[in-house]
C-alpha cells in the first residue's frame, strides 16, 4: 500500500516537492505507462486541494497527423478526444507550453468537459523534442492555480517523461 498523505497546512513549493517525490517513487522502475499515468493521476488529486479533474491526454497517430486520446485519469468522464490546437489541452500540445488559465470561459474554443470547470493548468510532457502527452488538472474554483503549480507540474512531466 502505498500511503503518501500530504499535510494539508503545507505551502504549495513544499507540497509540489513531496508530490515530485512521490510520484518519482510509486513509477521508479516501473514500465508501464498505463500503471504510471494512473499512480501520478491518483497521486496528484491526493496532493493538490480543490480539482475536480487530474489527468492525462495522451498524442496518438490518427489519418490526419495526430491528436491528443484520453488517458488515465481522475474525475468525471471527459472527451475521448482533442485535435491538435483545440482547447486548452490542444493548444499547450501544439505549443509545447505550459497552460494557465484563470477562467476558462474566457480561454477561446475551451472544451468544457465538466460544467463546474472555472480554471485549468495544462503542462505538455515532452520526450526528446516531441509532445507525448499533456497533464491536465481542472478546479472549480477560479484562479486556482499559481506560477507555483505550473513549476511543480513541469518537474512532474519531465520526470514522467521517460516513464509513460
Ligand atoms: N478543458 C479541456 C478539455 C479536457 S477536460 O478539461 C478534462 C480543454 O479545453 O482542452
Request: some cysteine; glycine content about 8%.
Amino acid at each position: 500500500m502505498f500511503d503518501y498523505s500530504p499535510d494539508p497546512g503545507l505551502p504549495t513549493p513544499e507540497r509540489h516537492r513531496q508530490l515530485h517525490d512521490a510520484v518519482d517513487a510509486v513509477t521508479d522502475g516501473e514500465p508501464d505507462a498505463v500503471a504510471n499515468m494512473a499512480n501520478a493521476a491518483a497521486l496528484i488529486a491526493e496532493f493538490l486541494p480543490d480539482l475536480n479533474w487530474a489527468g492525462f491526454y495522451r498524442v496518438i497517430a490518427c489519418d490526419n497527423g495526430t491528436e491528443l486520446v484520453l488517458g488515465p485519469f481522475i474525475g468525471r468522464p471527459a472527451c475521448i478526444r482533442i485535435a491538435m490546437g483545440q482547447g486548452v489541452c490542444g493548444t499547450a500540445a501544439k505549443d509545447k507550453q505550459t497552460q494557465l488559465v484563470a477562467d476558462v470561459h474566457a480561454f477561446p474554443g475551451h472544451i468544457a468537459c465538466d460544467g463546474a470547470t472555472q480554471s485549468e493548468l495544462v503542462v505538455p510532457v515532452v520526450r526528446a523534442g516531441t509532445v507525448i502527452a499533456v497533464i491536465d488538472l481542472d478546479s472549480p474554483l477560479p484562479a486556482r492555480f499559481t506560477q507555483d503549480d505550473a513549476d511543480g507540474l513541469e518537474r512532474i512531466a519531465q520526470l514522467l517523461s521517460s516513464r509513460i
